[in-house]
T-cell receptor
Framework: AQKITQTQPGMFVQEKEAVTLDCTYDTSDQSYGLFWYKQPSSGEMIFLIYQGSYDEQNATEGRYSLNFQKARKSANLVISASQLGDSAMYFCAMSRDTGNQFYFGTGTSLTVIP | EAQVTQNPRYLITVTGKKLTVTCSQNMNHEYMSWYRQDPGLGLRQIYYSMNVEVTDKGDVPEGYKVSRKEKRNFPLILESPSPNQTSLYFC???????????FGPGTRLTVL
């Protein structure tokens, strides 16, 4: 069963607008971590933001924020004031207490339009 | 500079010819992991290691081996590669399990 689901294969956003990339997860663990990574066309994986399951406040890192809704099991990434350099593939990932594995979603391709 | 290095970056080989992809990190990280990335499937974990001499299977371990004899190195071994192992491979490390992972630049493998 999919542990991480990203339902948006592709998204478009106008430059300077905000965009939300969806991510839902599946776990019965009490302790887990949620991550977002960016993969530009050059191929490297860049860590963006982390949210722990016990963190009560939504994580923020500059223009990135993670909209964490625990009851809904969602961890959406919000990018504010989109820039052309934000065009990339974005992956949601989870680490669970049970086992020591990481699970990645299938990714969302974001294109920022000038 | 703190980094994860992988070699080779690109490799074309033939079915059945054993190969090793090296991975090394200079951050003294305990946790290391291998992933493969395929279109439409995202990244899938192959093997991971919590520390020296401690390795375990991820979601797609068939056809792969790993070893962790030293903390800094975590090679991925394909004893008898097959075309379905054609993929982009990433090595990653983190200080502890559950922390953010630092990724290597990737190795693009083609098995003919």
């Amino acid at each position: 069963a999919q542990k991480i689901t990203q339902t948006q294969p592709g998204m478009f956003v106008q430059e300077k607008e905000a965009v939300t990339l969806d991510c839902t997860y599946d776990t019965s663990d009490q302790s887990y971590g949620l991550f977002w990574y960016k993969q530009p066309s050059s191929g490297e994986m860049i860590f963006l933001i982390y949210q722990g399951s016990y963190d009560e406040q939504n994580a923020t890192e500059g223009r990135y924020s993670l909209n964490f809704q625990k009851a809904r099991k969602s961890a959406n990434l919000v990018i504010s004031a989109s820039q052309l350099g934000d065009s990339a593939m974005y992956f949601c990932a989870m680490s669970r207490d049970t086992g020591n594995q990481f699970y990645f979603g299938t990714g969302t391709s974001l294109t920022v339009i000038p | 500079e703190a980094q994860v290095t992988q070699n080779p970056r690109y490799l074309i080989t033939v079915t059945g010819k054993k190969l090793t992809v090296t991975c090394s990190q200079n951050m003294n990280h305990e946790y290391m992991s291998w992933y493969r990335q395929d279109p439409g499937l995202g990244l899938r974990q192959i093997y991971y290691s919590m520390n020296v001499e401690v390795t375990d299977k991820g979601d797609v371990p068939e056809g792969y081996k790993v070893s962790r004899k030293e903390k800094r190195n975590f090679p991925l071994i394909l004893e008898s590669p097959s075309p379905n192992q054609t993929s982009l491979y990433f090595c990653a490390s983190s200080h502890l399990w559950g922390n953010e992972q630092f990724f290597g630049p990737g190795t693009r493998l083609t098995v003919l």
